[in-house]
């Protein structure tokens, strides 16, 4: 497609469910990364894939949640268990490979645990 | 201490006005610096990156990197309501592919 897409755009759901976040990247795009933006906390890092393989998952908040990546192209993120403290936007971008510099974002998933 | 830090705002300024939003940073490794603008309900869109320190120009905007001081700036000239958005700064060592992002400035443009 044209740009990121991410679906589904919005998701409620009760605390204690599971949860899938999907992302589609840019085709072409190696680097697929997951940011998290709370209200007025800006984006939070979470985990980083090049290719299939996630060189960085140092931001992932708890062993509560967990992404990966086939094909090379779309993503999942899933939150397992979920809590009130994981309502906000989860937001995916992708670059070509060592293109930092230059992320595509989608407009994310607004997601409330209620 | 966050490593991208950034007045959340809101700026306000009438139509025409520049505008100045600012960062600072601590992460010495920092060698590609980038604006991105986020309108309501949608992802950040790149507007500029540069490398290392010095000034970039593209339109309306420029911005500038000072990295002796650790200090990033993105002018807006002639400034338009459409500019209406949050800016977030953000750094990356050119090493560890992953950007770190202020918390976003919040700019209102009222006509």
Not at chain 1, 1 to 22: I, Y
Not at chain 2, 3 to 25: F, K, M, R
Not at chain 2, 95 to 100: A, K, L, N, R, V
Request: net charge neutral; glycine share 10%; with cysteine.
């Amino acid at each position: 497609g044209a740009g990121v897409s991410q679906s589904p755009s919005n998701k409620v759901t009760e605390k204690g469910k599971d949860v899938e976040l999907r992302c589609d990247p840019i085709s072409g795009h190696t680097a697929l990364y997951w940011y998290r933006q709370s209200l007025g906390q800006g984006l939070e890092f979470l985990i980083y894939f090049q290719g299939n393989s996630a060189p960085d998952k140092s931001g992932l908040p708890s062993d509560r949640f967990s992404a990966e990546r086939t094909g090379g192209s779309v993503s999942t993120l899933t939150i397992q268990r979920t809590q009130q403290e994981d309502s906000a936007v989860y937001l995916c971008a992708s670059s070509l490979a060592a293109a930092a510099e230059k992320l595509f974002f989608g407009s994310g998933t607004q997601l409330s645990v209620l | 201490q966050k490593e991208v830090e950034q007045d959340p705002g809101p700026l306000s300024v009438p139509e025409g006005a520049i505008v100045s939003l600012n960062c600072t940073y601590s992460n010495s490794a920092f060698q590609y610096f980038m604006w991105y603008r986020q309108y309501s309900r949608k992802g950040p869109e790149l507007l500029m990156y540069t490398y290392s320190s010095g000034n970039k120009e593209d339109g309306r905007f420029t911005a500038q990197v000072d990295k002796s001081s650790k200090y990033i700036s993105l002018f807006i000239r002639d400034s338009q309501p459409s500019d209406s958005a949050t800016y977030l700064c953000a750094g990356e060592s050119g090493g560890s592919y992953i950007p770190t992002f202020g918390r976003g400035t919040s700019l209102i443009v009222h006509p």
